[in-house]
């Protein structure tokens, strides 16, 4: 069997990986019809809205969409034409740790792409290349094989590839176009390797044939936990050495930079930080652990267990770190947390650090005013009910406002806490700002943005993350 020249792609899941990875395929391939459904109608008619008010921020994804939109690029809620009209097919579900029963807390919810996998066998009328792109556990492929060999229909085959997502959000664009490589997994059969051969093809048309990386499926979707993990990994090791920093006088930076320049270790993915946070390595990394567990690898699996303890362990220091300063109480007092996405250039929210600061912050009874440049007001309403339970939203909304620019925010406030690293942080008017602050003014900086030299000299009592200068 020749590989098939892939002229027709379905993405199901139009979302943070789906929207992007498929409209920058659109974009580069305009002789491919590129179609991304998804059963979230509202997610749907964003994507199509005429004036481009997409669901998710991402620096230019909105010139993408606009440049492939109606041209080769569509966005429907209509999952089984989608599914029937292609050749190739990825899988871009969301799979989130498991709530409840086995693995709760750790394991991989597999039920979307199941469910996904399934409509795929019940509708299609001839043979698909199925590409599993959201991240999964170690040969979740061998299930999604079985489970369409088992439901097909004569005629029609199904060839499972695994092709990881490596974007990070804030740079998906420039991550796409550019990709340090790309990971196609596959069997070692002639099949396998026709439809490998065939999604080859596709990331040919501008990423260089060397950066196309092919490997076996399970090596492939090994490799998406572990580049996870090792990401964080560093995270976690250079906020666990900022911790021996505050206490005794070194600098978080001045380390990183010393040890970064050792060409093995590299400079990158050694900020110090809150916390990491977002939707993807505390996930990984806790569905590798269960892994290793379910592998009868306890040794393994605590390894591994760590890195998300120590990125616990920095967020509760960091709250810690402002009651302590602040005193020993913040009850009554008025704290500014200046953004609330999980990083800069993004609206998501998802495990931010600064929804376990400001959910930490109002335990200790003070008033929280947040501001972000793009995450949606419902959005921290929703973040902050999740994240206090037992805290009816209404106290919550007592307790919390939502400022429209950081100045309003940080107006007659006792503190100041950055918890995310947007530009514009960098650039505010701080004179302005302590002139209408409560004195002492206090400034904690959770990514190291400010320069606290300079704020001292406005007035400004500072802790930055690392530093052991006292306030
Ligand atoms: N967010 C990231 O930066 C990132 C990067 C790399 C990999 N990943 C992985 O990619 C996957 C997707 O992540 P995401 O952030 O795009 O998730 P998301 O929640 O933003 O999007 C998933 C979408 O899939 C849709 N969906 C679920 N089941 C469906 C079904 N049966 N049919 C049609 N649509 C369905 C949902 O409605 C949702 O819109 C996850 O496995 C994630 O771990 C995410
Ligand atoms: O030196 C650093 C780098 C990052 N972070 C934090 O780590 C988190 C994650 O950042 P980043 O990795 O840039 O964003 P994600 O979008 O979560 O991307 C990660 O997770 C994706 C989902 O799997 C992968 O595709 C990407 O390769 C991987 O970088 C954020 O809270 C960052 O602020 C730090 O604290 N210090």
Not at 51 to 59: A, H, N, S, V
Not at 168 to 189: M, N, Y
Not at 221 to 240: C, F, G, P, T, V
Not at 442 to 465: S, W
Request: charged share 20%.
């Amino acid at each position: 069997m020749a590989p098939v020249n892939v002229s027709k792609i379905c993405c199901i899941g139009a979302g943070y990986v789906g929207g992007p990875t498929c409209a920058v395929i659109a974009l580069k391939c305009p002789h491919i019809t590129v179609t991304i459904v998804d059963l979230n109608q509202a997610r749907i008619d964003a994507w199509n809205s005429p004036d481009f008010k997409l669901p998710i921020y991402e620096p230019g994804l909105v010139e993408v969409v606009k440049q492939a939109r109606g041209r080769n690029l569509f966005f429907s809620s209509d999952v089984d034409r989608g599914i029937q009209e292609a050749d190739l097919i990825f899988v871009s579900v969301n799979t989130p740790t498991k709530k409840s029963g086995v693995g709760a807390g750790f394991a991989a919810d597999l039920n979307y792409v199941e469910l996904a996998t399934r409509r795929i066998a019940a509708v299609a009328h001839s043979s698909k290349i199925v590409v599993e792109k959201s991240t999964v556990p170690c040969r979740t492929a061998e299930s999604m094989r079985t489970i369409l060999e088992a439901n097909s229909r004569p005629g029609c085959r199904f060839d499972i590839l695994s092709n990881p997502e490596f974007l990070a959000e804030g740079t998906a664009i420039k991550d796409l176009f550019a990709p340090d490589r790309v990971l196609i997994g596959s069997l070692q059969t002639p099949e396998g390797r026709d439809a490998c051969a065939a999604l080859t093809a596709v990331y040919a048309n501008w990423v260089p044939t060397e950066k196309i990386l092919t490997v076996g499926l399970w090596s492939s979707e090994l490799s998406k936990l572990a580049a996870n993990a090792m990401l964080a990994q560093r995270i976690s090791s250079i906020n666990a050495l900022s911790a021996i920093c505050e206490a005794t006088g070194a600098n978080i930076d001045e380390v990183a930079h010393a040890v970064g320049f050792d060409s093995r270790i590299g400079p990158k993915f050694l900020r110090a930080s809150v916390g990491f946070g977002g939707s993807c390595f505390q996930k990984d990394i806790l569905n590798l652990v269960y892994l290793a567990e379910s592998l009868h690898l306890p040794q393994v699996a605590a390894y591994w267990r760590t890195v998300v303890d120590m990125n616990e362990h920095q967020k509760s220091r960091f709250s810690k770190t402002v009651v302590d300063t602040l005193f020993n109480t913040i009850t009554g007092k008025h704290i500014a947390v200046l953004g609330f996405a999980f990083k800069a250039d993004t609206g998501d929210t998802r495990e931010s650090p600064a929804i376990s600061l400001v959910r930490d912050f109002l335990s200790e009874r003070a008033y929280v005013t947040i501001y972000d440049p793009q995450v949606e007001e419902s959005q921290i309403w929703l973040d902050l009910a999740e994240a206090c339970p037992l805290v009816p939203l209404e106290t919550i909304k007592k307790q919390v406002t939502i400022a429209p620019s950081a100045l309003d925010a940080c107006k007659n406030k006792e503190a100041i806490v950055i918890a995310t690293e947007w530009k514009e942080f960098k650039e505010i008017d701080w004179s302005s700002v302590y002139t209408h602050m409560n004195k002492p003014a206090f400034v904690f900086d959770g990514r190291m943005i400010v320069d606290a030299d300079a704020l001292r000299a406005i007035g400004f009592k500072v802790k930055v993350i690392g530093r052991g200068e006292r306030v």
